[in-house]
């Protein structure tokens, strides 16, 4: 996955999805966001098992991919940017 995205709509969306996460859970999975780059849109994936959180934005994706990756981390990594 190679994604150019702008960072003040980056750090917006995941803003929003980390908001579902919590940071201690028994289900390690559920703590991460799944991050899917495709036809020009970057789509953040969270859920807590109750509430599930979609945001899309778009983004110059010049590889298609998915990964996971710690929402609290990944927030505080691209709001330090």
Same mark, same amino acid.
């Given at each position: 996955?190679?994604?150019?995205?702008?960072?003040?709509? *980056?750090l917006? %969306? *995941?803003?929003?999805?980390?908001?579902?996460?919590?940071?201690?859970?028994?289900?390690p999975?559920l703590?991460?966001?799944?991050?899917?780059?495709a036809?020009?849109?970057?789509?953040?994936?969270?859920?807590?098992?109750?509430?599930?959180?979609?945001?899309?934005?778009?983004?110059?994706?010049?590889?298609?991919?998915? %990964?996971? %990756?710690? %929402?609290?981390?990944?927030?505080?990594?691209?709001?330090?940017?």
């Amino acid at each position: 996955m190679k994604i150019n995205v702008e960072r003040g709509a *980056l750090l917006k %969306a *995941l803003g929003h999805v980390q908001s579902v996460v919590e940071r201690r859970n028994t289900i390690p999975i559920l703590s991460n966001v799944l991050i899917q780059a495709a036809k020009g849109k970057l789509t953040l994936t969270a859920t807590d098992l109750d509430i599930e959180i979609v945001e899309s934005l778009p983004s110059d994706v010049l590889r298609n991919g998915a %990964a996971t %990756a710690p %929402a609290h981390m990944l927030y505080d990594i691209v709001r330090k940017m």
